[in-house]
């Protein structure tokens, strides 16, 4: 079993120069954005580019693929006119990770924004199954740091998005970023905590769900609802932290991405030797 350790990576000069770039870093999966994530455009994909990028991954061993869809997605929301742009935002990004052949796209659940917990949760599910999912791409839900009316923030509210779905297990799943569990006041530093978080993780959601887990410290505290990522050790969670969730056996053949800052003059690069530095001295 191959360990799946990547980051999110920029398609600046085409999509293939991901591969590239994740090359670079040391990575054998990773993350893209499908067009810019802060705007609703999505870029589409010939197949002249969708066979290019996926032979370089070919070449490079790089599996799987995730698409982190765009910020401005709300499923949650009470306002027709932004559900429905986030429909279609949506649709065009499992439509180019289609092209692509890109297995995984992840999304935030959204924000109620004052409709009610409930209301979101059924808004999200049946924004899910307005959704045309390619046959071989995975939708996957991002759990949230919890602020505001944001859902998504425990386990069990995901599992009640997929169970609400029409959609058939195989088109539906969830990807865990461990900022969002320390901001939503999961325990992953303490290895008791830790323990208790994957016994939740196995009785609300089920461990076949996971399909990603985004690797991400937290510049805040645990339980401060803030989604601010860290460097991997330096951060809340800390070493410690990382080192239980990278060596544990339940968690061992997830694909894991990194989104640790990249403005700050640290690299991916050394992130990412950080993980596996943690791994061997486990
Ligand atoms: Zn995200
Ligand atoms: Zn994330």
């Known amino acids: 079993m191959t360990f799946r350790i990547g980051a999110h990576v920029s398609i600046s000069g085409g999509v293939e120069k991901a591969v590239e ?3 670079d870093i ?15 455009s999505v870029s589409e994909y010939t197949d002249e580019e969708g066979k290019m990028f996926q032979e370089a991954r070919e070449n490079e061993d790089q599996n799987p693929y995730v698409i982190h869809s765009t910020y401005l997605v709300n499923l949650a929301t009470p306002k027709d006119d932004l559900f429905e742009k986030s429909i279609n935002c949506l649709q065009a990004e499992l439509d180019a990770a289609a092209s692509l052949g890109v297995e995984y796209v992840v999304f935030h659940p ?8 409930d209301n979101g949760i059924e808004k999200i599910a049946k924004g899910i199954d307005e959704l045309e999912i390619p ?4 939708l996957l839900l991002e759990n949230t740091a919890g602020k505001g009316t944001t859902l998504g923030k425990s386990m069990g509210e995901l599992r009640e998005i997929m ?3 029409e959609k058939d297990s195989g088109s539906v799943g969830v990807c865990i970023d461990t900022c969002h569990a320390h901001a939503a006041g999961y325990e992953l530093a303490e290895e008791e905590g830790f323990h208790d978080f994957l016994q939740e993780i196995e009785e609300d959601l089920g461990l076949e769900n996971i399909k990603v887990i985004h690797l991400n410290d937290s510049k805040d505290e645990k339980g401060s609802e803030k989604d601010n990522h860290e460097h991997i050790g330096e951060g809340n969670i800390g070493e410690e932290g990382f080192r239980n969730i990278v060596n544990s056996e339940k968690l061992e053949e997830k694909p894991m991405v990194l989104e ?12 990412l030797e950080k993980i596996k530095e943690l791994r061997d001295s486990s």
């Open 21 to 23: 770039r994740q090359e």
């Open 26 to 40: 040391g990575g054998n999966t990773g993350q893209i954005f499908a067009g810019s994530p802060r705007t609703w």
């Open 110 to 117: 959204g924000s109620h924004t004052g409709s009610g917990r």
């Open 135 to 138: 046959e071989d791409v995975t």
């Open 163 to 165: 169970e609400k779905t």
């Open 260 to 271: 640790t800052p990249t403005s700050d003059g640290k690299s991916y690069k050394e992130n």
